[in-house]
């Protein structure tokens, strides 16, 4: 059976990993070869770095990044952030990044994500959607609107149809954040989770709000996703992934385990 | 030296560092020369089976690649590496493959979520000289939409992998050796596979 991934996200600016809440008030936690030495040898699934300046400040410098991490790591890892070109993935997967990740440019050219699937393959190419709820004053209700430049810029897209397009423009993951959740460590949003997991085949990686281990229980049991990305409780030491991972064993989640 | 071929697609870093630690002198190439005199040859790849065919065509690999393999040089077939060993996918009709396994590349059944993505258990079906030492049921990372069909099941598959459908994830025969995982990917199993094929080309 395929084992459900628990993947540390580590945010990085200027080369340092750092952890924002409400992607604000940013805090230095570490050096990004360094934690992600530390999270294989805790049997972490894969990583994610996420340069979170470069939507607007248009920096490539993952590249170096993925370079190191590659060198040390036989773990898969994705990088994001910024990423709009061709080129640019390329010499990510060069430097030995497994995967990339589109956010901004998916939303504003949404055929760069077929031209990338198409170029390197779907299971290259993830697509981020940053999500928060909103009230709709036309239509008088609330639904899930589609955040793009690091949660900046809200798009008016219900992420419902956007999850399905990126789907069929070749993405072959999504990375679903809840800018609701995220850094609050009050759980992951079940429902918007469960809603796209089940809309689309392709896998869902489900992000914001890990506090507790019943949160990474709830979010791949209730909220059906495939993987859960985690931030702050394991950067502080809170609990190691080997914790959470016999946490989720005991629950009969399937988890890859040390064996 | 073990040729790594370069056929400018591909994540060839990270496989490139895993053998280099293995201390087996990697070499990213696409120079015809080179893999001929290689003592083992390994064949990666992402992206789709068409157009990987087609760069090895342009850079006029195909040749030195069945070369090699009918001369018993050890070859290694990762991932989009082990659907190229095969005659056909379904991937890309009309593209003939290198054929070395008999067979073709069907895309997964829609049952499950595609692609089949992250650590699955891999089923040693009998022992093999890149299983020794390696417990059946281990864990490897799979990043993959095709799976391989052998013609001649029996004899070629060495282990399989369950996502709803059998998958052979890995084929062998004589010395070619094709992995549907990614074991530079796959932490210190992988590593295993590896150093157990390099040993492979020491002999």
């Not at chain 1, 049991?221 to 985690?230: H, Q, S, T, Y």
């Not at chain 2, 400018?8 to 015809?32: C, M, W, Y």
């Not at chain 2, 040749?63 to 659907?83: D, N, W, Y």
Request: charged share 25%; aromatic share 8%.
């Amino acid at each position: 059976m395929l084992a459900k991934r628990i993947i540390p996200c580590l945010d990085v600016r200027e080369g340092r990993v750092v952890k924002g809440i409400h992607f604000e008030n940013i805090k230095d936690v570490g050096n990004p070869v360094e934690l992600a030495k530390k999270y294989e040898e805790e049997a972490a699934d894969e990583l994610v770095f996420l340069d979170i300046t470069a939507s607007y400040e248009k920096r490539e410098t993952m590249v170096e990044v993925a370079e190191k991490v590659a060198a040390e790591l036989t773990l898969p890892f994705t990088v994001g952030g910024g990423i709009n070109t061709a080129d640019h993935v390329t010499n990510l997967l060069k430097a030995g990044a497994d995967k990339v990740s589109i956010n901004t440019a998916a939303v504003l050219s949404p055929t760069l994500v077929t031209e990338l699937a198409d170029k390197f393959g779907s299971q290259c190419i993830v697509v981020a959607i940053d999500v928060k709820k909103t009230w709709d004053r036309i239509t008088r209700r609330s639904y899930w609107e589609v955040f793009i430049n690091g949660g900046k810029t809200p798009t008016g897209k219900d992420v419902l149809q956007w999850a399905s397009q990126v789907e069929k423009l070749g993405a072959g993951e999504i990375l679903l954040t809840s800018m609701d959740t995220d850094g609050t460590q009050g759980g992951y949003d079940l429902s918007l989770t469960r809603k796209i997991a089940e809309r689309v085949s392709i896998p869902v990686i489900a992000s914001g709000g890990a506090g507790r281990l019943e949160h990474l229980a709830a979010v791949l049991r209730e909220g059906k996703a495939d993987a859960a990305l985690v931030a702050s409780i394991f950067h502080y030491g809170q609990f190691t992934i080997r914790q959470a991972k016999e946490f989720l064993h005991k629950r009969g989640i399937p988890v890859r385990m040390d064996d | 030296m073990i040729a790594i071929v370069d056929y400018g697609i591909g994540n060839l870093h990270s496989v490139f560092k895993a053998l280099e630690r293995l201390k087996a002198k990697p070499r990213i190439t696409d120079n015809q020369k080179e893999i001929k005199k290689a003592k083992g040859v390994v064949l990666p790849g992402v992206g789709s089976f068409g157009r990987a065919m087609e760069q090895l065509e342009k850079k006029e690999l195909i040749t030195p690649l069945l070369e090699a393999a009918e001369k018993g040089i050890p070859f290694l077939g990762m991932c989009l590496g082990l659907q190229l060993m095969f005659e056909k996918s379904q991937e890309t009709t009309g593209t003939k493959g290198l054929a070395l396994f008999q067979g073709e590349v069907r895309k997964l059944p829609p049952t499950n979520k595609i692609p089949h993505m992250g650590w699955n258990r891999t089923h040693f079906l009998r022992s093999s000289t890149l299983t020794s030492d390696i417990p059946t049921g281990s864990f490897f990372y799979f990043a993959h939409s095709y799976y391989v069909v052998p013609k001649e099941e029996h004899d070629v598959v060495i282990g399989i992998c369950n996502y709803n459908v059998t998958i052979p994830v890995i084929i062998n025969r004589d010395y070619l050796w094709g992995l549907q995982f990614h074991p530079e990917k796959s932490s210190h199993w992988g590593m295993k596979f590896l150093e157990n094929w390099v040993e492979v080309t020491k002999k």
